[in-house]
């Protein structure tokens, strides 16, 4: 698993302790500096494009009145937004933060530059982090909060960063939705005020928001060129991001835990740390910050980030709850036939007392059901294995029902607060598992542990989560320490998910929560992949995963050909519309392919065929989007590139259809001006090849002029429809 850690080998070490220094944080192509003088407060200076030695001799931080401060504690300015706050042991509610010191820390593939801080007053230390990549251009930092106090210190605000972005024309883009809607992309300058993007939902952190903006410097944004900041919370629970605008110079950017609810008692002695904030620029524009994102995503965070991705079939859509032996060995046969290599049994295999039929009885019951599967798991795997596939599993580890032999036997195990009744959710039973409780921990492992003990030939789990945290409260924390709940549920689900991949490291793991509920970089690093939305509508997906792309990499996002009228917004769509835009991610389907006809499972296969030619361009090569659908130019059109540039795979997806309709002519992005491209059009229904199949052109041409193709797609009468898309991949010659 490609996960930085912070475990560091320390090939070089230096400590400073004295004076004032900038301290310069560099990656290939960023640098961030750091005012850091002893005995004062330590000074944001400049973050952006890599800086030569004689701009940096030349460099200090900004006079006046600035608000700067690269981790402002709230006393000393109680006008300006803090970062950190909190109650001494006697009661104290301001607290001063100066620089002792910093040191720097290398294990070969990055860099850690720690600057160190203590009020003067109290014996609480902070200490902030940054860890600067060797090879990507991106930078995490984060904070160690120490209390040496003589008593419990309460921590009331305490946000991993703030970064300040001087004023002019600034743009910020950011992501919101719901369930079925995710990775919306809102668009808006920065002016005075606050603005501010939280979660509460206690579980699960990105249907309705994103811990993850990006910053435009040079006014609204544009995909492939101007300046960007982008900036991702690795955090899988509640969180805060908010933009202060007062009478200062800079925008303050600051982001972290969202305290609300959830202040947390520092004991003595005991450190806490924040979860790591990962900061990029780009003079590249979006798709440029988004590169930086999926390279450092591949390599450092996503499981498995460097191994192509398998096609499969998931059973959800296909028959949901009606599992049976039957319906799952031909789903298995259907899928192998096209050529997929990965089936995915969804709910409704398991339970013994109550039976799961639907969603409203036996979570928590992961026994194999024998009334429908009278011959176990064994049977399946067997079944998948004479069709020559890998077989997987869905589970939701972190709750329960009611209705249930677990909830009967471990009623103290739930979410509930004091004095208060359960609050249920989903299905009218559903309730959520105390994750801050070791037991529930043990419990949660139990459930992976004894799959893959018993089932090693499982190559793939479906881990889901359906439910927010109601009622908040904890049946296992002190009646003290009930605001550490949000928080410490998280720490416990990361235990339990750490301890899973040390066991079991090979397995692959996809993270679902209602959809896209967890599109976060914080749990990212214990999953191959995450679901981006229950909604496979093929023209809403198109806007979703447009949004979704902008932090994360097409092998992280599972993209599934659906059947129609779609089981979401009933929209009908064509099976090659449907196609195109499954595979701008990890391609899959999520269909019951007995309905399907013997010409659409031909079109399938032929797809997935090519799909497998291009899998490598498409998981592992750079993104260059360049036509959003939310322009509203009537299509939406991207492209991935290799690294090496001799190979690209291009969208071209139409949104609306009007007669008459004027299209832009897309330019392409990312090639090599001076290498002749041969174009192949994939997926082709056509009865005719386009003008431009088999032609060889030059990377410049197609990036200054780009390639006319149809409106339409050209079929007999009978099978024309209102939906048109176009794969062309390009080879260099």
């Not at 200076?45 to 009145?65: E, Q």
């Amino acid at each position: 698993m490609k996960k930085a850690t912070l475990f560091i080998t320390a090939l070089l070490s230096m400590a400073v302790t004295a004076g004032a220094k900038n301290v310069a944080i560099e990656t290939p192509g960023n640098t961030l500096v750091v005012d850091v003088t002893n005995g004062q407060r330590p000074m944001f200076v400049y973050y952006g494009a890599k800086l030569s030695a004689s701009d940096m001799a030349n460099l200090k931080a900004p006079g006046g009145n600035t608000r700067s401060e690269i981790y402002l504690p709230y006393g000393p300015v109680p006008a300006a937004e803090a970062a950190f706050a909190c109650r001494h042991a006697d009661g104290n509610m301001t607290t001063e933060l100066l620089a002792t010191g910093y040191d720097v820390t290398s294990d070969g593939k990055s860099t850690i530059t720690t600057i160190h801080t203590k009020d003067p007053q109290y014996a609480l230390t902070v200490d902030i982090h940054y860890k600067a990549y060797n090879d990507v251009d991106m930078i995490e930092t984060w904070t160690d909060i120490t209390n040496g106090e003589k008593g419990t210190v309460t921590l009331t605000d305490f946000y991993s960063a703030t970064l300040p972005i001087r004023r002019g024309d600034v743009w910020m883009s950011s992501l919101y939705g719901s369930w079925a809607n995710e990775g919306q992309v809102d668009e808006e300058p920065l002016t005075a005020g606050e603005k501010v993007i939280k979660n509460t939902d206690g579980t699960r952190n990105s249907h309705t928001s994103h811990a993850e903006v990006m910053f435009s410097l040079n006014g609204k944004a544009q995909e492939n060129s101007g300046q960007v900041i982008g900036a991702a919370l690795c955090y899988g629970g509640n969180y805060e991001l908010k933009v202060v605008t007062d009478d200062s110079e800079y925008h303050r950017f600051i982001a972290g835990i969202n305290a609300d609810n959830s202040f947390y008692h520092l004991k003595k002695g005991e450190t806490f740390t924040t979860p790591p904030l990962a900061l990029t620029f780009s003079d590249e524009g979006l798709s440029g910050a988004s590169r930086n994102f999926h390279k450092w995503g591949r390599e450092y965070r996503l499981a498995h980030g460097n191994d192509l991705r398998r096609i499969l079939l998931n059973s959800w859509e296909g028959v949901y709850f009606n599992i049976n032996e039957e319906n799952m060995n031909q789903m298995m046969g259907d899928i192998a036939a096209m050529g997929g290599e990965l089936f995915v049994m969804d709910d409704g295999w398991f339970g013994g007392k109550y039976q799961r039929n639907t969603d409203n009885a036996a979570l928590g019951d992961w026994v194999v059901d024998k009334r429908k599967l009278p011959n176990g798991i064994e049977n399946l795997i067997n079944d998948a294995k004479s069709h020559g596939i890998k077989f997987g599993i869905w589970v939701e580890p972190e709750a329960t029902n009611t209705a249930s032999e677990l909830y009967e036997k471990h009623p103290e195990w739930v979410i509930k607060a004091p004095r208060r009744e359960i609050s249920c959710g989903r299905g009218g039973t559903q309730l959520v598992l105390d994750m801050s409780n070791p037991k529930v921990q043990d419990y949660a492992f139990s459930i992976i542990d004894n799959l893959l003990s018993k089932y090693p030939q499982i190559a793939y789990i479906k881990w889901d989560a359906n439910m927010p945290i109601q009622s908040a409260g904890s049946q296992y924390l002190s009646m003290d320490d009930q605001s550490h709940l949000y928080i410490d549920y998280h720490r416990g689900l990361e235990k339990t998910l750490k301890r899973i991949r040390e066991k079991y490291p090979d397995v692959t793991i996809q993270l679902c929560a209602s959809g896209g509920g967890r599109a976060n970089w914080g749990l990212l690093p214990y999953f191959d992949e995450f679901w981006v939305s229950d909604n496979t509508d093929a023209l809403q997906r198109i806007y979703m995963q447009w949004g979704t792309s902008y932090f994360f990499p097409a092998m992280a996002m599972a993209c599934h050909i659906s059947a129609t009228p779609n089981h979401t917004v009933f929209r009908t769509t064509s099976l090659k519309f449907r196609i195109d835009v499954a595979m701008a991610g990890r391609l899959g389907m999520e269909i019951q392919p007995k309905n399907m006809t013997d010409e659409e499972k031909t079109l399938c296969k032929k797809a997935i065929a090519e799909y497998k030619e291009i899998r490598p361009v498409v998981q592992l090569g750079n993104i260059y989007r360049l036509v959003s659908p939310f322009d509203h130019k009537g299509l939406a059109s991207m492209m991935y590139v290799s690294d090496s540039k001799d190979k690209a795979v291009w969208y071209w997806w139409k949104t609306a259809n009007f007669y008459n309709q004027h299209l832009p002519r897309v330019r392409m992005a990312g090639l090599d001006p001076t290498r002749m491209y041969k174009v192949r059009e994939l997926d082709r229904i056509d009865l005719n090849p386009l003008d431009c199949e088999g032609k060889v052109y030059t990377g410049k041409f197609l990036m200054e002029t780009g390639l006319d193709v149809p409106y339409t797609n050209e079929v007999e009468w009978g099978k024309k429809t209102d939906w048109s898309s176009r794969v062309l991949y390009l080879e260099a010659q």
